[in-house]
Every structure is written in C-alpha cells, then in structure tokens.
C-alpha cells in the first residue's frame, strides 16, 4: 500500500501548481473548477543511497519508494456539505495518510485572492477552521447513529458504545475551541476507535507556504518564524515557490545543483516536503540490491524484520527465517556483499529484529 497526501488550499493558493511540481502532471491551473475528480499522480521518493547503490550494482532497473498525491479541486466546507461529487471527493480526501495545505503568499494582481489581500496567518487559520467544520459534521452524524444504537443494544453493546460517545463528546468539545484532534490527547484504545473515522483533522499537516520569487532570499527565516507560530508534533511549516519548483522539476540534474548553490540550499523545496512528509508519518525506508533491482521498501518506524519482509510478498513474511542485513554505508564501503559476509559485517537477524532506516536487507524464507 503507497503512502497517499492529499493537497489543500484556498482558492488561487497555487495547489495545482504544487501539484503538477510534485508529480509531473500537466493539470490545469488558475483557480477551483468544477471537477468531479481529485486530480491523481505519484511523487517518486529521492533517495541518494539509491543513487549510490545504482552505481553500484548497474542493476536492470532502480525503484525508489512513491508517494501518491491527491489534489482536491474544491473548498473543504464545500465537500463537508456533501452531495454528489462532493460526498465522493470528501471520502478520497479522508482515505490519504496526510494533508498538504496550500497558503498563498506570492502577489498577482491577474489573481486575486478571494479574501482580498495576501494575509498567510489568516489563511492558516481559516483552513483549520474549514478542516474542522468538515470533523464536526462527522460527529454529529455518528451522534445520531449512536443514540439510536443505544436504544436498541444489548446490554453488553452499551459500555462500547457509551464510551465511543463520551470520546465524541470531549473531541467535539475541543474541536469548538479550534483546536484539531492531532493535537489532543488521546490513548492507543481511543486512537483505535476513531481510526474508522478518518478525521481530517487528525491527519498530520504540512502547511505549504507558496511564496513568489521575490521572497526566496528571506524564505529560510520566514519559515522559521512561521513555525515558531503554528508548528507542532503533527504539523510542520514549509516554505517554498511553487512555481519555481515547477520550473526546476523538468531541470537536469546539473542545472538543479547551479540553482541550489545560488541560494545556499541543499534540497529543492519539493525533495524537503517528501522527506518532511515520511518524518510526520513516522516511515522509514529498507533497501534491497542485486543485479536486477535496486529497490527502496517504506515501512512504519519500528516494524520488525517480519512485518518488512511482508512489503516485499506475504509469502516472504509468512515463511520467514532470518533476515541477512548490512547498513547502507557499510555495504559501500565493502562494495559487495560476499566482502560483507567475508568481514563478518553482514549481520543473520532474526524475525523481532527493529529495521533501521537504510538496512539493505536479503530474507531468507520458506514455504
């Protein structure tokens, strides 16, 4: 299963335009339209050990881990009112792993920006306030289907679902303070009885500030500002020009590394929101080599050797026997991995073993 984002924004923030940045896509721009259907494409993750480890090895092919971008072309207030089209991007939209938010803070007079003015605080602020207002209307829908289970329940029925309202209760109550539900507390037992929901508002954020050229030169700066103002555990702020990250999307890799060393940057701005996306999301990636692959697997931080082979096939997970494992700059160093396993590098783990970002992993299975 690929690691989903869905892109929001206000109208005319540039989210199409990140959109097309990220994936390669040529949808259009220029504001919300009518369309039925989020726009969809995939992100390949960069990853320089793959880069590395293709050098390497001269496999027949190299597949870096991807990421699948949904950019939602209406309002979230328009999808919680349902209906149609909406109700069916709204349910594409509660099925990603996280948000992206858009916020307009590039000038365009051809643009105009429907509150009138370029506020970014602002614009923050209202789109936390509409990712709510969607939460809130699923809760009050379940309210009633609850109350109306509870009449007819049975008596060992009712202590679930009278807990399952009471949560309800205390989300509603804080989410009425503007205060989104990734920012409540909440234990593994009531993570796992709203996981079902799919709140948008519990889904970890990247608040995307679309900024115009003129401002590249104070954009390290104004990101740290912004997120000394609105970052927490589960959201990041992220400063970059969209535009221009269109432009350098279709750049070779010299002339991106020209436009890197011209602003003392070491990543592009699109290559820093996917990274910053696997940290929020706690993902991690293992890597397998050979002559024919060169292969990066996500998985969640802290899964074991087994549940990782499972990445790969579930026939490798249920006939798992160890796992042969070397870290990515070790196995550099060696060049191969018969001078790992000829140094004693090349560690055997067995089925509990905690994979660390950049193992590169060989399983031993049967079936």
Known sequence: MGLGIGIIG??????????????????ET?????????????????????????????????????IQYLDIGASVKTLAKGGGSASQLLT??????????????????????????IDVSRDISDMNLEVIFSDLAVIEKRFNRIASSIRGAKPEEKPRLLQEQELLHRLRDALEKDIPIREQSLNDEEEKIISGYQFLSAKPLITLVNIGEADLLNAKQTELDLNQKFAQPNHRVVVMCGKLEMDISSLDQESVREFLN??????????RVIHISYE?????????VGPDDVHAWPITKGSNAQKAAGKIHSDIERGFIRAEVIGYKELLKCQTIAEAKKQGILRLEGKTYIVQDGDVINFLFNI
């Open 280 to 288: 929020l999301l706690g993902l991690i990636s293992f890597l397998t």
């Open 10 to 27: 206000l109208s005319g923030s540039g989210r199409t335009t990140i959109f097309n940045a990220l994936t390669g896509n040529n949808a």
């Open 262 to 271: 011209e602003y003392g940057l070491e990543q592009t701005g699109l290559e």
């Open 30 to 66: 220029g504001g919300f339209g009518a369309a039925s259907v989020a726009h969809v494409g995939m992100a390949k993750v960069p990853d320089v050990r793959l880069d590395d480890f293709t050098k390497l090895f001269n496999p027949k092919k190299t597949t870096p881990a991807e």
């Open 92 to 117: 594409q939209l509660a099925g990603v792993d996280a948000l992206i938010n858009v916020v307009r803070s590039f000038e365009d007079s051809s643009l105009p920006h429907p509150s009138g003015s």
